[in-house]
């Protein structure tokens, strides 16, 4: 047995697990979860990087005798480093209003057309590169020699290296998907120093040692190699899909639903960018094809708010709601930042002449409905735009875990959903480490490893696909 610690940092919390590998075994185990809370300082929305580091200490200390660790989180934002290598503030947090407005002013240097045939990604308000842009003259950004995506800032501080893992820069909107380097042309001309970048890493390569004072802390005794894994939370969860062949698609689900497939070229059409598909980088050269959809989010948004009332009983009252009475776009960047989630899904019903939902649970079906016609939208789109076949509809992450949104998913999509493992991303982060070390083979050895020693989940589609079709006219034409 062989042990890898998997720091896997979500937007609401960070856990460090401990994934143990044997010849047909995986076991996974949670050594420490930690919150992730955001903070509104006086400039605007900031991660609380200190505190989150701290959690990756403490969750080290707890997993206690390791061979690697590797890390993985969300995607897009970074640190700024100083010529001294030490951090310049706090990051931003990719919810932060300073992109607002910003890709018009992108746009009028490179056209949005030429932004996608180069870089294949979507259009978000958060990419690195707008968020680059839009701190164009900030003093912090002057100051800065380096910039580090965040599971490389926080492997820096473990190891004292410095790198850039691909499946995460390529979320920065500065890589071409087809040749997994940077995209110099697009950087030049909108004044971007691709030098601020260290040299990029691919999932397995070396990250170096934890440092001296990092084993001191934690009590791990050394050398304890990092291992760079796909760093982008949602590039380790496709890894940790448990698919037999080529024919599925994967809906991550966590605070987002990324919903799409793994294709081995990105699809760079016209087509593809008006549906707003994004073609970020995946294992071994793949291409995740995908679309964000708002999420859990718009529940965990709403909870906050409800102070967190019981999400078993608030689930079953859900499930008795009448179906598709009112639905959003869950794809909606209005839905993007905090606060007031309730009332603004409750003025999306209005504005759209849709009953009002008003208890916690019409909402909460309202969500779950929402969410999954988005879903059943992005397979369906993907599934054409890149014209491949599929047979069953993944659904990893936290997401797997709710019974009504996996059922509703594949009543939606009219195909099997197959739900499970709720703790992907973890277990993509372990099972790269693990083939860095020789202990599994590719990707469909892993794949079929995972189907094997993960309890899955299967949904039947049940359901009226008549109203889901009725839902969906519903929604295009809002
Ligand atoms: C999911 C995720 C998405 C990315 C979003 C912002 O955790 O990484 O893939 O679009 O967060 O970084």
């Not at 912090?140 to 490389?152: E, G, S, W």
């Not at 590039?235 to 080529?246: H, L, N, T, W």
């Not at 939902?357 to 969410?371: F, K, Q, V, Y």
Request: hydrophobic share 45%; proline share 6%.
């Amino acid at each position: 047995m062989t042990s890898y610690a998997a720091v896997d940092l979500g937007a609401s919390s960070g856990r460090v697990m401990v994934g143990r590998v044997g010849p047909d075994s995986l076991e996974l185990t949670e050594a420490h979860r930690f919150p992730n809370r955001p903070v509104r300082t006086p400039e605007g929305l900031r991660w609380d990087i200190l505190s989150l580091y701290a959690g990756v200490l403490d969750g080290l200390r707890a997993a206690g005798p390791v061979d690697s660790v590797g890390i993985d989180s969300w995607a897009v934002d970074y640190g700024l480093l100083d010529a001294d290598g030490a951090l310049l503030g706090n990051p931003v947090h990719y919810r932060d209003t300073r992109t607002q407005g910003v890709a018009e002013k992108v746009w009028a240097t490179v056209p949005a057309a030429e932004l996608y045939a180069a870089t294949g990604l979507q259009y978000a308000p958060f990419n690195t590169l707008y968020q680059l842009v839009a701190a164009r003259s900030s003093a912090q950004l002057a100051y800065a020699k380096r910039l580090l995506l965040i599971p490389d800032l926080l492997t820096y501080w473990l190891t004292g290296e410095a790198g850039t893992e691909l499946t995460n820069a390529s979320t920065t909107q500065l890589i071409d998907p087809r040749t997994g380097d940077w995209s110099y042309d697009v950087a030049a001309r909108l004044g971007i120093d691709l030098d601020l970048f260290a040299p990029l890493r691919r999932p397995g390569d070396p990250a170096g040692l934890l440092r001296p004072g990092v084993l001191e802390e934690t009590g791990l005794t050394g050398p304890v190699p990092v291992t760079t894994v796909g760093s982008h939370d949602t590039a380790s969860a496709v890894a940790a899909v448990p698919a037999v062949g080529e024919r599925f698609a994967y809906i991550c689900t966590g605070t987002w639903s990324l919903a799409g497939l793994e294709l081995e070229a990105p699809v760079l059409t016209a087509a593809s960018r008006a549906a707003n598909f994004t073609n970020e980088l995946g294992l071994d050269g793949t291409v995740r094809y995908l679309r964000n959809i708002m999420g859990l989010w718009l529940l965990q948004e709403c909870l906050r708010e409800w102070g967190e009332p019981d999400l078993g009983a608030l689930l079953s009252a859900a499930a008795e709601v009448p179906a598709l009475r009112s639905v959003v776009d869950a794809g909606d960047a209005e839905f993007l930042a905090p606060g007031r989630m309730p009332a603004r899904i409750a003025d999306a019903c209005r504005a759209s002449r849709q009953p009002v939902p008003r208890s916690h649970a019409e909402i909460t079906r309202c969500i779950l409905d929402s969410l999954a016609l988005a879903h059943r939208r992005a397979v369906f789109q993907a599934r054409e735009l890149a014209d491949h076949p599929v047979d069953a509809v993944h659904i990893v992450g936290g997401g797997a875990r709710n019974a009504l949104l996996c059922r509703l998913t594949a009543d939606a999509c009219g195909l099997p959903v197959v739900a499970g493992p709720p703790e992907a991303a973890a277990l993509g982060n372990v099972l790269v480490q693990a083939r860095a070390h020789g202990q599994v083979g590719d990707r469909t050895e892993m794949r079929a490893l995972l189907a094997r020693t993960q309890p899955l989940t299967r949904y039947e589609p049940q359901g009226d696909t008549a109203a889901w079709q009725a839902a969906e006219a519903r929604l295009s034409g809002l």
